[in-house]
């Protein structure tokens, strides 16, 4: 089983920062894409940034230049460093892992439960 955790959200003013981790553990599998989504309420839940396990990493337009993901494979913890926050980056941000399980190699989604992130204007 494959366990995703997340932590690092609070309230900060409008052009602060924020840092967010996420823990995949897990035991019999290999964790590989790892992402950061979100979910403003009322809205659909939407990628923010991904890396995947050789640490290439993709951004929503919306963010790049102000978020930075990165990754500490010995740990399967990724970060998401959230600078110049506005009011319109508040929401929920959920951590998601892809996880292979080594003996079949096949692939499964596991969800974190979810941090909330409040930019006050």
């Known amino acids: 089983q494959v366990q995703v955790v997340e932590s690092g959200g609070g309230l900060v003013q409008a052009g602060g920062s924020l840092r967010l981790s996420c823990v995949a553990s897990?035991?019999?599998?290999?964790?590989?894409?790892i992402a950061w989504y979100r979910q403003a309420p009322g809205k659909q839940r939407d990628l923010v940034a991904a890396?995947?396990?050789?640490?290439?990493?993709n951004y929503a337009d919306s963010v790049k230049g102000r978020f930075t993901i990165s990754r500490d494979n010995a740990k399967n913890t990724v970060y998401l460093q959230m600078n110049s926050l506005k009011p319109e980056d508040t929401a929920v941000y959920y951590c998601?892992?892809?996880?292979?399980?080594?003996?079949?190699?096949?692939?499964?989604?596991?969800w974190g439960q979810g941090t909330q992130v409040t930019v006050s204007s």
């Open positions: 897990a035991s019999a599998f290999s964790i590989e894409t």
């Open positions: 998601n892992a892809e996880a292979r399980r080594m003996l079949t190699a096949r692939r499964y989604s596991y």
């Open positions: 890396i995947t396990s050789g640490g290439t990493t």
